[in-house]
């Protein structure tokens, strides 16, 4: 069975960090892409930070540019997301996801995990 799991939501004041975890078992995602998502409430889930296998290709939205940073470590199969300078607005759920082998969409989702940010 597949799993994704993240860990390290959390409250946070503005202007802190927090590093979230998602950890993969079930299978090896390293020749897979794979991102973060958030979804605040009312809104669309959309991402925000993506990797390839390699790590050699990043995608950050602008919204987190220069703040977030994705990274991964393919021997522990996990994925990391380092947010720094957090805002309220960067309050959502946050949510772990892998692409298929194909690499043709995001098939594999963590339960997600809660980032508030208080001002």
């Known amino acids: 069975q597949v799993q994704l799991v993240e860990s390290g939501g959390g409250l946070v004041q503005a202007g802190g960090s927090l590093r979230l975890s998602c950890a993969a078992s079930g299978r090896t995602f390293s020749r897979s892409a794979m991102a973060w998502f958030r979804q605040a409430p009312g809104k669309e889930r959309h991402s925000v930070a993506r990797?390839?296998?390699?790590?050699?290709?990043?995608y950050y939205a602008d919204a987190v540019k220069g703040r977030f940073t994705i990274s991964r470590d393919n021997a522990k199969n996990t994925v990391t997301l380092q947010m720094n300078s957090l805002k309220p607005e960067d309050t959502a759920v946050y949510y772990c996801?892998?692409?298929?082998?194909?690499?043709?969409?995001?098939?594999?989702w963590g339960q997600g995990t809660q980032v508030t940010v208080s001002s």
């Open positions: 996801a892998a692409q298929n082998v194909a690499g043709t969409r995001y098939d594999y």
């Open positions: 990797i390839n296998w390699s790590g050699a290709n990043i």
